[in-house]
């Protein structure tokens, strides 16, 4: 193995075939161009195009939109457990908890059929905005509310957080934040999915573990820290000379920067326009020329242009979400490409098991215990 090519961190490695997103000439998933998306699909038919292939009728979307509602509200169990977590724990870590007892509810918890996990996403998809809302609602001494049948995804989504059906601007930039962070092929956390898949583990499992990856501030934690950073700058005033400092100390500035996109990211193109307009509609047009200023420099300075998680930090302190609910807002949407690579890897399956390169002592004598100085 010693003359083998070696690539730290698997960069430039492919590791899989996939149907389901490309980030090759640009992102698309299952053959759709991301901007076309953003522009006209609504979240509920991207969900749909990531599990089946295709985008659907309105007839299929009726029935898909049906099978969703009738997933169920959150087990009162599950409420009870997450209730009982002490609050220093962060809400990653309920989440992941909280999906793992969401499992035990499932009679089809270890049947990995294609029929059974689709019917697994759909609890899931249906599920975790409640558990992520129970848990805020509770840590707030607020009762955790049901959904809302008659308001869309996103909408109910934001009205279990807030106890306020949200208006139409949060709830269409809450969409497109939805799909764009949906799916994005062999990222940190959908490798880690499809590493456990192989495994032929159930589909819970497999989610699970991919919360815990998407967890790192490397990866899905990248967007609180985003936020953190813009808090301390503070003003306009001080945004230029913050981050020339942090340049000039070689302190990385989370929000720029990808493994794989290196003269831009196309989702965080899309939405920068939101955060404009939210900025304007709620009075915080100084966090815009904030954001604005250090990205202008980092892009100029570095060569470093923004990823998602740069605009998508804003724009959920726009809609008035608190820090901690990034991460776990990344997951609601993020589940359904977990969910279809865990389908794709079972359905074309074989066991991951890459090799490391050794580079620890040569072959040694065993001496016995008695006979070591």
């Known amino acids: 193995m010693s003359d083998e090519p070696y690539y730290p961190g698997l960069e430039g490695v492919i590791a899989g075939e996939t ?64 209730a009982s977590i002490p609050l220093h724990v962060s809400a990653m870590d309920v ?79 809450t969409e497109v934040s939805l799909i764009l962070y949906a799916e994005h092929e062999f990222n940190a956390s959908t490798f880690t999915a499809r590493v456990v898949t192989s495994t032929m583990s159930d589909l819970y499992s497999s989610i699970a573990a991919a919360v815990g990856a998407l967890k790192g501030p490397l990866h899905g934690g990248a967007n609180e820290r985003v936020m953190e950073v813009l808090e301390e700058v503070g003003t306009a005033g001080r945004a230029e000379s913050w981050v020339r400092d942090a340049l000039a100390n070689k302190e990385r500035i989370m929000g720029f920067g990808h493994r794989v996109y290196k003269t831009g990211d196309p989702r965080a193109v899309i939405l920068k326009q939101y955060c404009a307009e939210l900025a304007e509609e709620t009075g915080q047009t100084e966090l815009e020329e904030i954001a604005n200023t250090i990205e202008n420099i980092v892009v100029a300075e570095k060569g470093l242009p923004p990823n998602l998680d740069w605009p998508s930090a804003r724009l959920y302190h726009y809609m008035g979400l608190e820090v901690e609910l990034y991460t776990p807002l990344f997951v609601v949407s993020r589940v359904l490409g977990w969910a279809a690579h865990v389908i794709e890897q079972t359905e074309n399956n074989r066991l991951i098991r890459p090799r490391s390169k050794y580079k620890g002592p040569k072959r040694r004598e065993f001496t016995p215990l008695v006979e070591r100085g």
């Open 19 to 82: 149907a389901i997103c490309t980030i090759a000439g640009g992102l698309s998933y299952r053959g759709y161009s991301i901007e076309e998306l953003a522009r006209d699909a609504r979240f509920i038919e991207v969900a749909y195009l990531l599990l089946e292939g295709e985008l659907p009728n309105q007839e299929q979307l009726a029935d898909f939109q049906s099978i969703l509602v009738e997933s169920g509200e959150l087990p009162p169990s599950v409420t009870d457990l997450i």
């Open 95 to 173: 989440l992941r908890t909280g999906i793992s007892a969401i499992s035990h509810f499932d009679p089809q918890l270890d049947d990995n059929s294609r029929e059974a996990n689709v019917a697994k996403t759909l609890r899931l998809l249906a599920q975790i905005p409640q558990l992520i809302a129970a848990r805020y609602r509770l840590s707030q001494g607020e009762t955790p509310l049901k959904p809302n049948d008659e308001l869309s995804f996103s909408a109910n989504l934001l009205y279990m957080l807030t106890g306020k059906e949200p208006p139409a601007s949060h709830e269409r930039a």
